[in-house]
Every structure is written in structure tokens, then in C-alpha cells.
T-cell receptor
Framework: KAGVTQTPRYLIKTRGQQVTLSCSPI?????VSWYQQTPGQGLQFLFE???????NKGNFPGRFSGRQFSNSRSEMNVSTLELGDSALYLC??????????????FGNGTRLTVT | EDQVTQSPEALRLQEGESSSLNCSYT??????LFWYRQDPGKGPEFLFT???AGEEKEKERLKATLTKKESFLHITAPKPEDSATYLC????????????FGAGTRLTVKP
């Protein structure tokens, strides 16, 4: 069974630009969550989508947005990039988005560097 | 506010030297506590879910235990391939399904 696939693996962008990251979940998984990982803050929850609807959102500015398609694939967009947005962005999929019921399976992330 | 604190930040062991990693948590009602392993350049890999105090789970050389305030990940006779960052996370009761992660413990096992 194929795992969670994130593309691209690496991105270098300039301040002020925008970026779109992609995530293909495990087949049959309907929930996709996004996390930001930095050395200083660790893993922080961005948002979760289930059946094309955003169910939960973390404490991030509106520059961070996402969407989910009917095939459960998800994209995350960051507009007006800032230097502090440099991080590893991780996508995780699960059957129902409830970690206590169905474990989250993470992809290997997209490493975003903002210069 | 929910908090997760892991200790130590880093741990170096000799192969075969057993030890424990600690995860202390403060949460307004625990729905689940999770352990993940993360290798450099990769995403976290799920290890265990614990639900209530007194629960234990095992997988190969790893055993996770849970009390009302903390969880331990015991590593018995570790091997170099156990070297990784171990992450602990909690999910609180309520409508949100997000997990709050600790900063992790970076484990190095020397041959």
C-alpha cells in the first residue's frame, strides 16, 4: 500500500511570493492534516480537511490556507511568504481524522526555504 | 492550555544499554497519547496510541506506558537502528482532532 506522498520535496522561494504544496493521502483515507515543523517550535497543527471540508484550524495567520479535492488529495497554499515560514511542512492522512481512532500517517514533507 | 514536555532533549546510549524517555503532559481531559519515531529527512512514523492510565503497549524493543501525568517509552537493549527522534503527542477531549506534540528526544545508539 502506497504511503502519503508529498510534492515537491524541496522548494526555495523569495519573500513576498506564494507557494502551493501538494499531498496525496493513502488510498481510502478521507482526512488530511497539515503540520509545520521547525527547530524552535516543533510540530504545529495547521488545519485538517475531511471530505473536502476544513474541520479544524490551528493558530496560524490567514496567509496559510488549504483545500481538499473529491479524491481526498489536498493542497496547502502560503501567500506573501515571510522568512519565518521556512520549515518542513508535513501532511498526514487517516481514515477519519480522529487520531485516537485511526492513527495519522505522515508523508516525508516538503522542505520550504524562504530567502 | 495543553502542554507536552519531553525529556531528555538528547540521549546517547551504548548498544544494549536500556533506558527510558519521558513525556509529561497537561491536558484538559486526555483522549489519546501517541508516540512517533522520526528519522532525519523523513516524516514521523506511528508507534503507539495509549488511552488511559495503566495502559502499556509493546513493539519489539519498545514499550510505552501511561500514567495520569506522564508517559514513558522504555527501550530495552537498543540497537544502532533505534537511533531517531522520538516524539510524543496528546489529543485532548473535545471536538478538535488536532494533536499537540512535544519537542522530541533525539536518541543516538552507539555500536
Amino acid at each position: 500500500k502506497a504511503g502519503v506522498t508529498q510534492t515537491p520535496r524541496y522548494l526555495i522561494k523569495t519573500r513576498g511570493q506564494q507557494v502551493t504544496l501538494s499531498c496525496s493521502p493513502i488510498s481510502g483515507h478521507r482526512s488530511v492534516s497539515w503540520y509545520q515543523q521547525t527547530p524552535g517550535q516543533g510540530l504545529q497543527f495547521l488545519f485538517e480537511y475531511f471530505s473536502e471540508t476544513q474541520r479544524n484550524k490551528g493558530n496560524f495567520p490567514g496567509r496559510f490556507s488549504g483545500r481538499q479535492f473529491s479524491n481526498s488529495r489536498s493542497e496547502m497554499n502560503v501567500s506573501t511568504l515571510e522568512l519565518g515560514d521556512s520549515a518542513l511542512y508535513l501532511c498526514a492522512s487517516s481514515l477519519d481524522g480522529r487520531p485516537d481512532n485511526s492513527p495519522l500517517h505522515f508523508g516525508n514533507g516538503t522542505r520550504l526555504t524562504v530567502t | 492550555e495543553d502542554q507536552v514536555t519531553q525529556s531528555p532533549e538528547a540521549l546517547r546510549l551504548q548498544e544494549g544499554e536500556s533506558s527510558s524517555l519521558n513525556c509529561s503532559y497537561t491536558v484538559s481531559g486526555l483522549r489519546g497519547l501517541f508516540w512517533y519515531r522520526q528519522d532525519p529527512g523523513k516524516g514521523p512514523e506511528f508507534l503507539f496510541t495509549l488511552y488511559s492510565a495503566g495502559e502499556e503497549k509493546e513493539k519489539e524493543r519498545l514499550k510505552a506506558t501511561l500514567t495520569k501525568k506522564e508517559s514513558f517509552l522504555h527501550i530495552t537493549a537498543p540497537k544502532p537502528e533505534d537511533s531517531a527522534t522520538y516524539l510524543c503527542a496528546v489529543q485532548a477531549l473535545g471536538n478538535n482532532n488536532d494533536m499537540r506534540f512535544g519537542a522530541g528526544t533525539r536518541l543516538t545508539v552507539k555500536p
